[in-house]
């Protein structure tokens, strides 16, 4: 069915109720289907380099079911039930994906960021008290081993590590030398270490033990993990496979190949892209092990869209920001859509990427709470620009007023609260606690019984057509390229500086990355500290490179409200202010910020005055690149 308006949407809720759809339980009884309609199409493929021309490796359908079957035996003959968890530390790889769903089927699986520090990750090994570990045998150019020693190191409920040696995707003079520049990994835990790919391979294809028969919890991930106690999201079996039928149901066929540079520790490739593949018979290509951050990956990406027939490109603003750094040298005439999610895209580039690249993309909305997916702006439909599009089937979306509790009218800002398959009512986090005033009551729904509508801490309105608008962020996070990154990190930091008396960290605006952290600050009387001196102590104590402030500046005083708590949306405005007359002064354009604004429907908005000659046109180009929106000054 063609999903294209909001009359799209109710046609398919009302064909059945969700229940009434009769999915299979398991993440494994979609992979036996999907496997025995499509057993010989291409189901991932991965390549370790970026070239076009560079070895890949594919596993059909038939083989990814099978593999995904050894490594669920394996995992389960190392002491894995239903109940105990799987973590995997990696980069993408093939081993990525079978840990993925080997570890589902045996029991939870826990993906973590290898870009976190060893700290974070046995932070989240503790609270998930993981019995295994899937990680990156020692490799050069790469720390994943060392750090994945020392987490194991301060979480002893792991038992096991499962090494994956990236060697056997290398040829040629690097396989040769390897071996002797392997980097020395010195070992202070007692897990068991063992061989990924060999025990693996020790096992029978068919599986040793029942699969689960109940919908139970199959998946943890984490959320930010940007401070020292993460939050650690449950998913479901019924959540994944609702994220992996709406691929099937609105887009993808056994036809379909998806170009997914994406981390698979991330719900966006784990959860969206790949189970929608799953559910579909659709092909995901994962190149190189870090994704868009890889060697060379922008620079081949049309080339690699050519090579695997791509018909669908997934990704980030930073990373169509990116791309459009580069011309189009290939055919990439098989390119269907591309879509794009973690972020707002800013109009100038949306425009760019279309004529560029001759696709439409397609903004969607997802959080990790929910499973992932929310709404998309119809893949076949209007596209509103600014937007994150229309709600998915069986997705139910209110707008609350926080204050009140009660819906908001039309073009009416309020807290966003979600309710759908995806979203596990009243346990949403492992820990009991953090789901405390994590809900609102809801009424019966399509989706059969009374729900909880999830608190997503975004503020947001409808339009009268019924497309979800973003205007801000209740839990004042920051968006650093789709990265969650907690200001309290950075606010504890700078509190720990003798010279300090408060600190505020927020966004700012980033043409490429969305937003960067900025912080301001205000000092104790008679302190001396310079503002260089603070950066410098600030990016010693902040455990994660990504939080690192690109901007801080003392003010006399920090805007505060009357109950003296630090006032962040007058920060927001002097960090517009500051970005976009840089930008404007860069491009030499007569013009600068007047104000910023709050506007009902599009939350800060820059009123730029004239100072002279100057266009629309021209001051499109240098502010459009922003997600925030600007207007001229009456």
């Known amino acids: 069915m063609t999903y294209a308006t909001m009359a799209d949407r ?28 499509f057993p010989d199409r291409n189901a991932v493929t991965y390549q370790l380099m970026s070239a076009p021309d560079a070895k890949a490796e594919t596993l059909s359908w038939r083989e990814l079911h099978a593999k995904s079957t050894q490594v669920a035996n394996m995992l389960r003959e190392l002491g894995v039930g239903e109940t105990d968890v799987v973590a995997f530390m990696m980069p993408n790889a093939t081993e990525t994906v079978l840990a993925f769903v080997g570890g589902q089927i045996a029991g939870i699986v826990n993906p973590i960021n290898p870009l976190l520090e060893a700290e974070q990750v046995a932070a989240i090994l503790r609270e998930t008290n993981a019995k295994v570990l899937v990680t990156l045998r020692s490799f050069p150019k790469t720390d994943v081993a060392q750090k994945a020693a020392a987490a194991v190191a301060m979480a002893p409920n792991v038992q096991t590590i499962l090494e994956v040696d990236l060697h056997r995707y290398l040829t040629g003079v690097k396989k040769l030398i390897v071996p002797l520049i392997r980097p020395k990994n010195p070992v202070t835990h007692n897990a068991k ?6 025990e693996m391979d020790s096992q029978p294809t068919t599986l040793q033990f029942a699969d689960s028969t109940e919908d139970r919890v199959a998946a943890y991930f984490h959320t930010g993990g940007t401070t020292g106690m993460p939050k650690v999201a449950q998913h479901r079996f019924s959540g994944i496979l609702y994220n992996a039928w709406l691929g099937a149901k609105l887009l993808f066929t056994e036809k ?10 991330h719900v966006f490739a784990a959860i969206v892209s790949f189970g929608s593949s799953l559910a579909s018979g659709a092909e995901m290509v994962l190149p190189t092990p870090q994704g868009y951050r890889g060697e060379g990956v922008f620079d081949n990406m049309w ?3 050519e090579r695997h027939k791509a018909t669908f490109l997934i990704g980030v603003p930073t990373a169509f920001s990116a791309l459009m750094q580069r011309p189009v040298n290939a055919d990439i005439s098989t390119l269907k859509l591309a879509f794009c999610g973690s972020a707002p895209l800013p109009l100038e580039l949306y425009r760019k990427f279309e004529k560029a690249a001759g696709v439409t993309v397609c903004e969607g909305y997802g959080l990790t709470e929910a499973t992932c997916l929310v709404s998309i702006n119809p893949p076949y439909g209007e596209k509103r620009i600014g937007s994150i599009g229309l709600p998915f089937p069986y997705t139910h979306v209110r707008i609350v007023n926080v204050a009140t509790q009660t819906d908001c009218a039309t073009h009416e800002i309020g807290e966003i609260c979600v309710a759908s398959p995806g979203v596990y ?3 949403t986090y492992t820990e009991t606690a953090k789901n405390a005033d994590l809900f609102y009551p809801g009424e019966n729904s399509p989706l059969g019984k009374s729900v909880q509508y999830l608190r997503t801490g975004d503020l947001g309105r409808f339009d009268a057509d019924g497309y979800l608008w973003i205007t801000g962020r209740a839990k004042d996070l920051i968006i650093r390229g789709g990265h969650n990154i907690d200001p309290a990190e950075i606010e504890e ?13 927020i966004g700012q605006p980033d043409a490429h990355a969305g937003e960067l952290p900025c912080a301001y600050v205000e000092l104790v009387d008679g302190a001396t500290v310079t503002e260089a001196e603070l950066l410098t102590y600030a990016n010693e104590h902040i455990h994660e490179r990504a939080a690192h402030p690109k901007h801080l500046e003392i003010l006399d005083e920090l805007p505060k409200t009357a ?3 630090i006032f962040k949306p007058a920060l927001r405005k002097l960090a517009i202010s500051r970005v976009y007359d840089a930008a404007l002064a860069k491009a030499g354009l007569a013009a600068h910020v007047n104000a910023v604004v709050e506007d009902k429907k599009r939350g800060l908005v820059a009123q730029i005055a004239k100072t002279g000659d100057v266009s629309e046109a021209e001051v499109t180009t240098v502010l459009g690149s922003f997600a925030q929106a600007w207007e001229w000054s009456a």
Do not use: S
């Open 256 to 265: 379909d190949v998806q170009m997914c540079p994406l981390p698979m520790f």
């Open 303 to 305: 080339k690699l869209i």
């Open 10 to 37: 109710n046609a398919i809720e009302n064909e059945k109720t969700w229940a009434e759809r009769n999915l299979p339980v398991t993440t494994y009884g979609m992979l036996t289907e999907t496997a025995g309609k």
């Open 493 to 505: 930091a700078l509190a720990g500086h003798p010279d300090v008396a408060f600190a505020g960290a």
């Open 563 to 565: 109950v003296g708590k």
């Open 193 to 198: 270490v063992l061989d990924f790919n060999k």
């Open 425 to 427: 009512d009243g346990k």
